[in-house]
């Protein structure tokens, strides 16, 4: 498949680049509902953290998937129950540091080469997501390609050197939301009012 139209939207550089990295392997049934590589006041992006967010199932399937491909992950570092019913896996990539730092940067083409295998062979599969993963890993081999995509001179896509937008580091951030109402007062205190 070739490619003949560029993507206009925000992709998550976390799902893209870091979710493979955990080698669960692409078209399983349970997929995160989010991919963040930090948790405001608890993760910085210095933390080498990738974060999984998934709804909280109590059937067989998930429980599985979360046993076998989330918690003995040899990369798993914790979990975080959320009051909106869902959970943050939390995997350490602190041992691949220089591929996370690369990803922060936007510098996908300087991924090393295990992590580019990785990621390659998670999107194998798929022919229309496989040769944009293609064209972020190998730039140089589709500068051409993009210099007519975007009708902009080959030096242009030369010197800017990498085919895919740097993280939005605000949206690879999950926001840390603690919504308390009335019906969450567990002690059963008396609110107060003013009258």
Do not use: W
Not at 44 to 52: E, V
Not at 79 to 91: A, I
């Amino acid at each position: 498949m070739k490619i003949k139209s560029l993507h206009k939207e925000y992709i998550q550089k976390s799902r893209l680049f870091c979710y493979p990295l955990l080698n669960i392997k692409r078209g399983s049934s349970i997929t995160p509902i989010q991919t963040f590589m930090a948790f405001e006041n608890v993760y910085d992006f210095s933390d080498k953290k990738f974060i999984c967010q998934y709804h909280m199932r109590n059937d067989q399937e998930f429980i599985m998937f979360q046993n076998i491909k989330l918690r003995q992950n040899p990369l798993f570092h914790e979990f975080h129950l959320l009051n909106d019913g869902t959970g943050l896996y939390v995997f350490d990539l602190s041992k691949i540091h220089n591929d996370f730092e690369h990803i922060i940067n936007g510098k996908y083409s300087a991924l090393s080469k295990q992590s580019k295998d990785k990621i390659s062979n998670f999107f194998s599969n798929s022919n229309a997501h496989y040769v944009y993963i293609a064209s972020y890993l190998e730039p140089q081999k589709y500068y051409n390609l993009y210099s007519e995509l975007l009708n902009v001179d080959i030096k242009h896509i030369k010197a800017c050197g990498e085919l895919c937008s740097k993280p939005d580091l605000k949206l690879e951030t999950k926001s840390f939301e603690k919504t308390m109402n009335e019906s969450d007062n567990l002690l059963n205190l008396p609110i107060q009012t003013n009258n």
